[in-house]
């Protein structure tokens, strides 16, 4: 009587930096590639091999080896080679579910360039599964999902196999590898070895199958390939008559699964659970300058440039697909779960930074680009007198609805005075923050080369205008005539609008009252400082743990009031312990400023 099906898939997992960075990871790649491209070549019992499920890895190939693409190419075509689905094998938890599209776009994107992807969504070592993903690989035409962290039997069943729904009803066939990507890995060829590592295996994995098909996967990061791979599975069959081995693809396993879709639980929510594998939650606050600039940049190609793009096209103008692919597979470089959580070296959080660096500069430069081009595009004003308006402000709202909200922006003009009007040659009210002159040599140098040595005035304005949904608005700016100064109403150290009172407390937290509700908040934006004596993995505060308070500290406080917007400014010294010792010691040698600049 066979007790079980045990399926042995060949694969590697390739983590591109971790401890090591991406170029010490290339050179290991360019080996390993090499022996895998030749056994699949040559040795038609060698069916197929899975590369990670990331197509970045291809790439970094390619980067070295071009000549070999073709070979790549033929053996995708031929099914033995199984890549994709994805760009990077991505966190899931940490980016968005913009990102995390994004990632599947370019990697099926690669993918079709050299055969078919392989159409299951493969996360073997991300920490922790979000909820959202059966709908977003539902859209990409995936229905199955293979993972390993994050799940136990609290979540709803204590099997291996399930089906798995996003709260939109979107679901897919998920399979847990409820021990890991790495359990067949090095395998050995002699009987003791062999029950050793697989015994207490073969036991957790049956017990957990609905369908008694169990995964043995034959890799690990960075491994080689298993050489005598057919040898060992002669050595199980000798060992194990009752069960039987297969060398298969995961395709073949979810066909076994699928047969018996009945039996199976059906799941929802994310998988985040640490009972059974670790999830390192704490990463999500560890080298937070990785996580600012990742945020920045998401947000800056997600809801500024490409919705500044799509208005550019509508207006006839180019849409820059190659840039925007190529900054975001810069930042998805850095999405995988070692890199977003920057669980690594300095060295490679060194990487990281500049790959984020680099695309924060392209998303800026095309922002500009895109901008320049509409705006010089605009029909010419011209003044009462029929004289032509130089200088003008463009407005842009990149979100779907009309607003009409507080815009704070500089204007640079060769004038001691000026006024804004709408294109129906209304006055428009602004109020001016601050001014200053500005050298003509340092807005063109030509300038001064020619001779002139006029000096150029630099604004800094407030306005409130209404925007169109997804478009702009352009204002003409007339210079050395008088504008429609907004005057300033507001006085004290209250900040209030129609929404909300905000009130300053003595020891530098806030009073909030919710207008709306009626509802106040009090001591809001009490800051806490504690200690990390964890690893780079995880945050874990000291045994000696002392906490600071900013309350306990002296802070000064400012007010500033404009036309349209009320600014606190509230700066203050903690005192804190330089290192744990310190801290165990209740001692203080270093200090933090902190300035909290609230705006209302």
């Not at 299951?120 to 920490?127: A, E, T």
């Not at 993903?133 to 979540?155: T, V």
């Not at 008088?482 to 905000?502: C, H, K, M």
């Amino acid at each position: 009587m066979t007790v079980s099906r045990v399926h042995i898939t060949p694969h590697m997992h390739w983590d591109r930096e971790w401890y090591f960075t991406t170029e010490e990871s290339r050179i290991l790649l360019v080996n390993n590639m090499a022996e895998i491209l030749a056994r699949l070549e040559s040795d038609p019992d060698y069916k197929f091999y899975v590369l990670d499920g990331q197509t970045a890895v291809l790439e970094d190939y390619f980067a070295i080896q071009p000549e070999n693409k073709a070979r790549v190419k033929a053996l995708v075509e031929a099914g033995k080679l199984i890549i994709g689905p994805w760009y990077t094998q991505t966190d899931t938890m940490q980016v968005s579910g913009e990102s995390i599209l994004r990632n599947l776009l370019y990697g099926m994107r690669d993918c079709l360039s050299l055969g078919e992807p392989m159409k299951i969504g493969y996360l073997p070592d991300s920490f922790g599964m979000s909820s959202q993903l059966p709908h977003i690989f539902n859209g990409f035409g995936i229905d199955r999902a293979m993972f390993w962290r994050g799940c136990s039997e609290r979540h709803g069943t204590d099997k291996t196999e399930f089906l798995w729904q996003s709260n939109d009803g979107s679901e897919v066939t998920a399979q847990v590898l409820p021990l890991g990507y790495a359990i067949g890995k090095y395998l050995p060829e002699d009987e003791a070895g062999l029950r050793k590592r697989l015994e207490s295996y073969f036991e957790v994995l049956e017990k957990a199958s609905v369908t008694q098909d169990i995964l043995l996967p034959n890799g690990h990061d960075q491994m080689p390939l298993q050489q005598n791979i057919f040898a060992i599975i002669d050595k199980l069959r000798e060992i194990y008559p009752q069960r039987e081995f297969h060398m298969s693809r995961f395709e073949q396993v979810f066909e076994r699964i699928e047969a018996c879709r009945d039996q199976l639980a059906t799941l929802k929510g994310e998988f985040n659970d640490g009972k059974y594998m670790r999830v390192h939650r704490t990463i999500s606050s560890t080298r937070m300058d990785i996580k600012l600039a990742h945020a920045a940049i998401e947000n800056k190609i997600v809801n500024i440039l490409e919705p500044l793009a799509s208005i550019a096209w509508a207006l006839g103008f180019e849409y820059h697909h190659g840039l925007l692919e190529k900054m975001w597979k810069e930042i998805m470089k850095n999405h995988a779960h070692d890199s977003i959580g920057c669980c690594c070296s300095d060295k490679v959080h060194q990487e990281v930074m500049t790959r984020f660096i680099l695309a924060d500069d392209m998303a800026e430069n095309l922002i500009r680009f895109y901008m320049r081009k509409i705006v010089d595009n605009m029909p010419v004003a011209l003044c009462e007198d029929g004289v032509q308006v130089a200088d003008k402000l463009c407005l842009f709202n990149l979100m779907p609805f009309a607003r009409q909200e507080v815009i704070n922006t500089s204007i640079r003009i060769r004038a001691q005075s000026f006024a804004l009007r709408d294109e129906a040659g209304q006055s428009v009210p602004y109020f001016i923050r601050a001014r200053r002159e500005i050298d003509p040599g340092l807005v063109d140098r030509q300038i001064v080369h020619y001779g002139n040595y006029d000096p150029f005035m630099e604004y800094d304005i407030q306005l409130c205008h209404p925007l169109p949904a997804m478009g702009y608005c352009t204002l003409h700016i007339e210079g050395n005539q008088p504008g429609l100064e907004q005057p300033v109403t507001a006085s004290g150290e209250l900040l209030e609008n129609d929404f909300y009172r905000i009130a300053l407390n003595a020891n530098g937290t806030l009073q909030i009252l919710d207008k709306l509700r009626g509802t106040t908040f009090d001591q809001v934006l009490t800051l806490e400082e504690g200690s990390d004596d964890g690893d780079e993995y995880d945050y874990s505060p000291s045994r000696d743990e002392w906490l600071r308070y900013s309350t306990e500290f002296a802070v000064t406080r400012e007010v500033t009031h404009q036309a349209w917007q009320s600014i606190a400014t509230l700066k203050l010294r903690m005192a804190l312990p330089a290192n744990l010792a310190e801290r165990a010691n209740r001692q203080c040698s270093g200090h933090l400023d902190v300035t909290c600049r609230i705006t209302l």
